[in-house]
Each structure stands twice: as C-alpha cells, then as structure tokens.
C-alpha cells in the first residue's frame, strides 16, 4: 500500500512540476496564449523551429497546444544542433494560425492535436500555408477518440486527402538516420507506471502521413506515441534513453526532409 501511495505522490508532483515548466498556469488552449509568451521574433536567416498554437476542444484542459511547451522544443533544437549541421536558431517560436506570421516557418510542429478545433478560416490558412510549401509535423495524441477529431478537423483542411501509413522505404526515414521500425514513446509517467508505454486504446504506435494533390507529403503523423516527452526528458536519469534515441531520430529525419522536399 505504501508504494502505490508514494506512486501516486511522485505523479502529482511530476505533473505540477511539468505545468510549472511549461508556463501553463497562464494558458487557456487558443490563440490568446501568445500573449503570456515572452519570445523572439526577429527575422533571422536561420531556420526556426515553430510550434502551432490552435484554438483547443476543451479550454483549460492540460493536454493542448502546449504540451511539452517549451522545454521539450528547447532540448529538440539543442539535439539538432549537437548532431546536424543544420543552421537553425538557439530559440523556438509559438505562433497561432491566424498570425501572418506563421508563413515566415516552413516547418510546424503540433502536440495534442486531438484536441485541436479549426473554424472554416483557419482550415483556409493551414491550406495556403501547405499549399506554399510548408511541413506540419503532429504529435502526441492518443487512441480512437483523439485520431476521430483530428481526422474530422483536417478534412476541413484538405478534404479530398486520405490519411496513409507512410511506407518504410520513403526518405523520410532514411534521410539522416535509418529509421527502420515504428516505436511507441510512452510519456513520464512510464517511469513509475510499471513500464506501460499506451494510454487510452493506443496500443501500437502508428506514422502516418497526408499527401497533397501533387504527391508531395506535407503532414506527418505521429500517433499512440510521444516523442516531446522523449525530448522533454532526454536528461531525466528514470527516462530510458532507447525512447529519447529515438525520437531525436526521428525528428531530426522529419525536420531535414521538410526542409528539402
């Protein structure tokens, strides 16, 4: 009885400490976060790593656009930096969709997006921004439900697009590092959930994709899996570095491939 008790005390203190960490004592799930955000957005030459900031299902939820916000974008961009030679920027960036800014960004990474609620003028502006050339990588969201949501708000985006396994063999898994297998990253609380890696239905990690009209990827799919809170804990001693390994992984061979297809 004693160790489910101090279980469940390690939990709660992990997860006030994750909310603290992320500033999410001042977010409410929409676009009116940007405000609390102190964040540099000077034009530079250097690629910039930018989270999509959405309007959310359920304001004041824990799980939305800010999950893993900003340390799990801050240890991603020191990764990047440590094994590419890619120029990108010491800082990340949170933009809404509605800021015309957003097409400043030719790579977007989104958590939890089955959480994510788009009206008829934002799925307009995610389709101009695809459409331009820009890459939207999503992440973290988990089983049945979640997929239900945003398989229904994409089709706002991009309504004839089909939602497909993207094959092993395509270049976004071989363009850096060889990616030959599909992990399920479980978040923290692996750490002190006897190993579970799945929450909800979740139980097998999947990669998918969306394609546009012309064949060229322009989403990338990641879901039953967390690779933030792979990046988020790459330094946490209890997180084993297998799940952290490979996450970087991967979104090293996803920002590459963004940025030259």
């Given at each position: ?79 990047v930096q440590r094994l590419t030679n890619l120029n990108i920027a010491d800082h990340a960036v949170a933009v809404p969709i509605n800021d015309p ?21 934002d799925a307009a502006i995610m389709r101009e921004y695809l459409a331009r050339g820009g890459f939207w990588m999503v992440d973290d969201f988990w ?35 060889d990616v030959d297998k599909i992990i399920q990253v479980p978040s923290l609380a692996y750490t002190i959930n006897g190993g579970i890696t799945y ?63």
């Amino acid at each position: 009885m004693k160790r489910f008790w101090f279980a469940g005390i390690l939990l709660v203190v992990l997860t006030l400490g994750t909310l603290f960490a992320q500033q999410e004592v001042n977010f409410l799930g929409r676009y009116d976060d940007v405000r609390y955000i102190r964040q540099d957005k000077r034009d530079t030459n250097q690629i910039v790593f930018a989270r999509l900031i959405y309007n959310g299902r359920i304001l004041g939820y824990y799980k939305n656009w800010y999950t893993d916000y900003p340390k799990g974008d801050e240890t991603l961009i020191m990764g990047v930096q440590r094994l590419t030679n890619l120029n990108i920027a010491d800082h990340a960036v949170a933009v809404p969709i509605n800021d015309p800014d957003l097409f400043k960004y030719p790579f977007i990474y989104s958590s939890e997006v089955g959480q994510m609620v788009l009206t008829e003028q934002d799925a307009a502006i995610m389709r101009e921004y695809l459409a331009r050339g820009g890459f939207w990588m999503v992440d973290d969201f988990w089983g049945s439900f979640e997929m239900g949501n945003y398989v229904r708000e994409m089709k706002k985006v991009l309504p004839g697009a089909e939602i497909k396994d993207i094959p092993k063999d395509h270049p976004i898994f071989h363009v850096f590092y060889d990616v030959d297998k599909i992990i399920q990253v479980p978040s923290l609380a692996y750490t002190i959930n006897g190993g579970i890696t799945y929450e909800q239905d979740g139980f097998e990690a999947e990669c998918k994709g969306i394609w546009d009209e012309n064949g060229r990827l322009v989403v990338v799919i990641h879901h039953n899996t967390d690779l933030g809170d792979a990046y988020e804990w790459a330094d946490e001693p209890a997180y084993p570095n297998y799940f952290s390994s490979y996450a970087y992984r991967v979104a090293i061979n996803t920002i590459l491939y963004a940025l030259t297809h």
